[in-house]
């Protein structure tokens, strides 16, 4: 698709990488070729441009440390990809949280899930079924803790009593779950503004080499339902 796109079919491309992405060449080649390139939200560290993403770490801190305070003592990390910068730094935030409160991590506690809802619903479910079930989950991505909510729902475990939920999460239905699903909330669209208006600045001055700039536009952590305090 982007050989298709560098045959003199556009100007500049705005991309937000796979969860799949391992191998960067294509992305790298598109750079090499002159064609001005921003990310946005999952980011290409390796490769120099201007990239428009939240504070995942802060964030992915924000969240443990709420679990924490809401009197969870073993938190699992729900990952999506170890591939991807927004996995990484946020499970950073998670390990360092727990750390800073004296918590021993425990890499059993760390999922490492798919886009298979499947196979997501298995891996969560022999979690909470073990004898040190965890009273906490911080889903690093939204379909994740959707289907955390399914599993508690089948093995019949009531959310926040016996296990507390938070999530990276725009839904719009997210005050609608029952209970309501406390949230990390990006500020998608200001990512999507400053992205773009980047790029067209770029082309707006021939400014075909877009400096290697990471702006950083923080998320809002929303407390609800799922982490209150019984």
Same mark, same amino acid.
């Given at each position: 698709?982007? %050989?298709?796109?560098?045959?003199?079919?556009?100007?500049?491309?705005?991309?937000?990488?796979?969860? %799949? =992405?391992?191998?960067?060449?294509?992305?790298?080649?598109? #750079?090499?070729?002159?064609?001005?390139?921003?990310?946005?939200? +999952?980011?290409?560290?390796?490769?120099?441009?201007? !990239?428009?993403?939240?504070?995942?770490?802060?964030? /992915?801190?924000?969240?443990?440390?709420?679990?924490?305070? +809401?009197?969870? #003592?073993?938190?699992?990390?729900?990952?999506?990809? #170890? @591939?991807?910068?927004?996995?990484?730094?946020?499970?950073?935030?998670?390990?360092? *949280?727990?750390?800073?409160? @004296?918590?021993?991590?425990? &890499?059993?506690?760390?999922?490492?899930?798919?886009?298979?809802?499947? +196979? @997501? $619903?298995?891996?969560?479910? %022999?979690?909470?079924?073990?004898?040190?079930?965890?009273? /906490?989950? $911080?889903?690093?991505?939204?379909?994740?803790?959707?289907?955390?909510?399914?599993?508690?729902?089948?093995?019949?475990? &009531?959310?926040? +009593?016996?296990?507390?939920?938070?999530? $990276?999460?725009?839904?719009? =239905?997210?005050?609608?779950?029952?209970?309501?699903?406390?949230?990390?909330?990006?500020? *998608? $669209?200001?990512? /999507?503004?400053? *992205?773009?208006?980047?790029?067209?600045? *770029?082309?707006? !001055? !021939?400014?075909?080499?877009?400096?290697?700039?990471?702006?950083?536009?923080?998320?809002?952590?929303?407390?609800?339902? &799922?982490?209150?305090?019984?």
């Amino acid at each position: 698709m982007l %050989k298709h796109l560098q045959n003199g079919r556009v100007d500049g491309v705005l991309i937000s990488i796979s969860s %799949k =992405t391992v191998k960067k060449d294509h992305l790298k080649e598109l #750079k090499q070729n002159g064609l001005p390139l921003v990310f946005f939200d +999952r980011v290409c560290d390796e490769i120099q441009t201007a !990239k428009v993403t939240t504070d995942d770490y802060e964030s /992915g801190y924000k969240a443990t440390q709420h679990l924490i305070e +809401r009197q969870c #003592k073993t938190i699992a990390y729900l990952l999506v990809s #170890k @591939n991807l910068s927004i996995g990484i730094n946020r499970m950073q935030g998670y390990l360092d *949280a727990l750390k800073n409160n @004296n918590i021993k991590v425990d &890499s059993k506690l760390i999922v490492n899930g798919s886009n298979d809802k499947d +196979r @997501n $619903f298995l891996l969560i479910e %022999k979690l909470l079924k073990t004898d040190s079930r965890p009273d /906490g989950l $911080f889903a690093s991505v939204e379909h994740l803790a959707v289907t955390s909510y399914h599993v508690c729902n089948h093995l019949k475990l &009531s959310i926040p +009593r016996e296990v507390k939920i938070i999530s $990276f999460s725009n839904l719009e =239905t997210a005050p609608l779950l029952n209970p309501s699903l406390t949230t990390i909330t990006q500020p *998608a $669209f200001n990512i /999507g503004k400053e *992205a773009a208006a980047i790029l067209f600045r *770029a082309l707006t !001055k !021939k400014q075909f080499t877009l400096p290697d700039n990471k702006i950083i536009l923080p998320s809002t952590l929303v407390p609800r339902d &799922s982490t209150a305090l019984l």
